[in-house]
Every structure is written in structure tokens, then in C-alpha cells.
């Protein structure tokens, strides 16, 4: 890590707070995302010279402690587009969210390095530059917006600017279920079809609309409804054991609405009450499967990342 000038630096340590977040939510197919109660921590110490990396918690074992690290890279962005940056870096990642898991862990990577970058330097981007870049990194700006804003976000670009409605929406609680199931975003993207009937279309569309009225009313009664999907979800659930089963299974069991939780593994489950049932009887579809999983349940988060 070459050094530039270090008179641009305001502050010489910073730590910020980032919300896991689910994506789509079921029709709203990269444009819809949702911010919830588990997040990861990560710290920026400036030093004399060199990058120092030590990952906690989730990925502890697989993420990388050298240029590679995608906090790091994504803090590197900023600086080459500001030109400035530390002489070196001491950088404590204390992860929450399981990495692969169709709960935003590379957006919460990507936005906490910027957010640590750009709060040492003094903030030269405002909010809108920051989730540009974090954007431009990411490839897509559902996840990355409802981590920064908090609570549900509807994202998209006109041309080469990101537009962003940040809804206010009532407390809520889902349950999530992660699958010991390994599902690369790539080859989740790559079981979709480039075309689509255009029924599917008006499909999605209408019920994107219902969606959001449901989730800003709380009309846990719509949800059921408002979250069908035709343009990702059947397609994914061919590739992921289980995931019928444990659809079916919430909704028996009290879901309001299930969906898959960004590309998945992890599936979210809607619910008034019965949490925990819900929970259960969303593990069992996927053990019938032969799956093991891991499960949650979370609130939403409403307020804006910490920097």
C-alpha cells in the first residue's frame, strides 16, 4: 500500500456498524432491500506503514487478511478517487453475518469500507457519492442501500444515476433460515432465463406495488400474495434442497410471506407471531432435504449505518 499525502487525514481511527440486509423479498427482483438486526463491525487504526488484517466471527477461516479483502479494496477505491490515504492500516473485522448466505455480507463488506475510508479522510463524498461507489463495486444497489439507509429501500438507475426511496416502514420481525448449502451467487444468476413471458412481468410488477403498501401498512394479510415471484425464485429453488418444502412449511406453520433472501441459501419468512413454529417447521423442510441450517429471528433494523 503505497502512501500519498497524509495531511488530508482527519481522523486517525474510526469503527462502523452495518446491517445485514435481504434483497428482493420476493418480487422486487434488484431493487428491493431490507435491513436487518445483525450486523458486522469493522475498525480502521491508522499506522506508520503497512495493512494488518484480522477477520472475527463469520468467514473468520476463509476471507482474506491481504489486498484482497474486500473492506480493504473497497476502502482503497475511495482513496485512489480522492487520492489520499494513510501511510498504512490496522483493520479488525467483527463479522455477524454468514458470508454466502444471501444476507448481504459482501454489501455490508463493500459499505463499511467506504464508510471507514471516507470518515478518515475527513468525508470528501456525501451520502449519494457513497453509495455510487459502493454501488459501482457491488454490481447492483439493493443490498448496499438498505444497509446505509436502514429499514426498506427501492433502488434503481436512470441512466448513470442511482435513485433511492427510503420507506418508512413499521417495526417488524422475520425469521431467517440459512441452509448448509452452498449456492454461489454466480451460478444463482445464471439459472435465470435472459427472457420472460410477459405475464410474468405484469406478474411481478403488480405485485411489487402491493408489496410496498404492505410493508409500509404492516398488512401482514397481503403479504402472502405480495411476495409471489415468477421471475427468480422458481428458477433458484431448482437449484437449492429443500426450498419448496420449507416454503410450504412456513406457511403452514403461520408465515405471512416466505421469499428467498437475496440469491439465497437463506430463506425469510414474514410473521405476526409464531416465530419460533415458523422457524422450526422451516428447518424441517430443508432436513428432509438432508440439509442442516442455521436460523434467526431478527427485527428490522430502521436506522442508518454508524460510521
Same mark, same amino acid.
Given at each position: 500500500?503505497?502512501?500519498?499525502?497524509?495531511?488530508?487525514?482527519?481522523?486517525?481511527?474510526?469503527?462502523?456498524?452495518?446491517?445485514?440486509?435481504?434483497?428482493?423479498?420476493?418480487?422486487?427482483?434488484?431493487?428491493?432491500?431490507?435491513?436487518?438486526?445483525?450486523?458486522?463491525?469493522?475498525?480502521?487504526?491508522?499506522?506508520?506503514?503497512?495493512?494488518?488484517?484480522?477477520?472475527?466471527?463469520?468467514?473468520?477461516?476463509?476471507?482474506?487478511?491481504?489486498?484482497?479483502?474486500?473492506?480493504?479494496?473497497?476502502?482503497?477505491?475511495?482513496?485512489?478517487?480522492?487520492?489520499?490515504?494513510?501511510?498504512?492500516?490496522? %483493520? !479488525?473485522?467483527?463479522?455477524?453475518? *454468514?458470508i454466502s448466505s444471501g444476507l448481504g455480507s459482501s454489501a =455490508?463488506?463493500? $459499505?463499511?469500507? /467506504?464508510?471507514?475510508?471516507?470518515?478518515?479522510?475527513?468525508f470528501p463524498l456525501n451520502d449519494g457519492e457513497v453509495l455510487t461507489l459502493a454501488t459501482e463495486i457491488e454490481g447492483h444497489p439493493d443490498n448496499v442501500t438498505?444497509?446505509?439507509?436502514?429499514?426498506?429501500?427501492?433502488?434503481?438507475?436512470?441512466?448513470?444515476?442511482? %435513485? !433511492?426511496?427510503?420507506?418508512?416502514? *413499521?417495526?417488524?420481525?422475520?425469521?431467517?433460515?440459512?441452509? =448448509?448449502?452452498? $449456492?454461489?451467487? /454466480?451460478e444463482a444468476r445464471a439459472a435465470l432465463p435472459e427472457l420472460v413471458p410477459l405475464s410474468d412481468a405484469i406478474f411481478n410488477a403488480s405485485r411489487v406495488g402491493l408489496l410496498v403498501r404492505a410493508l409500509e401498512a404492516g398488512d401482514y394479510g397481503r403479504l402472502r400474495f405480495a411476495m409471489q415471484d415468477r421471475l427468480h425464485q422458481p428458477y433458484r429453488m431448482m437449484l437449492i434442497p429443500g426450498m419448496e418444502a420449507a416454503f410450504k412449511r412456513a406457511l403452514e406453520a403461520g408465515a405471512a410471506g416466505v421469499a428467498l433472501s437475496g440469491a439465497g441459501p437463506s430463506l425469510i419468512a414474514?410473521?405476526?407471531?409464531?416465530?419460533?413454529?415458523?422457524?422450526?417447521?422451516?428447518?424441517?423442510?430443508?432436513a428432509a432435504a438432508g440439509l442442516e441450517s442455521r436460523s434467526w429471528i431478527l427485527p428490522i433494523v430502521q436506522k442508518k449505518s454508524s460510521q
Open positions: 500500500m503505497s502512501p500519498l499525502r497524509f495531511n488530508y487525514l482527519m481522523v486517525s481511527s474510526t469503527t462502523n456498524t452495518v446491517p445485514a440486509t435481504t434483497a428482493n423479498l420476493g418480487p422486487g427482483f434488484d431493487c428491493l432491500g431490507l435491513a436487518l438486526d445483525m450486523t458486522n463491525q469493522v475498525t480502521f487504526n491508522v499506522i506508520g506503514a503497512g495493512l494488518f488484517i484480522e477477520v472475527q466471527g463469520e468467514g473468520a477461516e476463509s476471507i482474506p487478511t491481504d489486498e484482497t479483502n474486500l473492506v480493504f479494496k473497497s476502502a482503497e477505491r475511495l482513496f485512489e478517487q480522492v487520492g489520499h490515504r494513510p501511510p498504512g492500516l490496522q %483493520i !479488525v473485522q467483527n463479522n455477524q453475518i *454468514p =455490508a463488506a463493500v $459499505l463499511s469500507g /467506504i464508510l471507514a475510508a471516507n470518515t478518515l479522510l475527513g438498505s444497509a446505509f439507509y436502514g429499514g426498506l429501500t427501492l433502488s434503481m438507475f436512470n441512466g448513470d444515476d442511482l %435513485i !433511492v426511496e427510503h420507506i418508512l416502514v *413499521p417495526d417488524m420481525t422475520v425469521v431467517v433460515v440459512l441452509p =448448509a448449502f452452498d $449456492l454461489p451467487t /454466480i414474514f410473521a405476526p407471531d409464531r416465530h419460533e413454529a415458523i422457524e422450526q417447521a422451516m428447518k424441517k423442510g430443508f
